[in-house]
């Protein structure tokens, strides 16, 4: 069970890592062009 939730939240990390940076970069290039 704990192991289960400690992966869960890893993947929980994971993707709000990439959707800030994925919202990150786009607002970067927005901002150049």
Known sequence: ???C???NW???AGH???TFL???THR???LIS
């Open 28 to 30: 970067d290039t927005f």
């Open 1 to 3: 069970m704990l192991m």
């Open 10 to 12: 890893a993947a929980l």
């Open 22 to 24: 994925r919202v990150f």
């Open 16 to 18: 709000a890592t990439l």
């Open 5 to 7: 939730q400690c992966a």
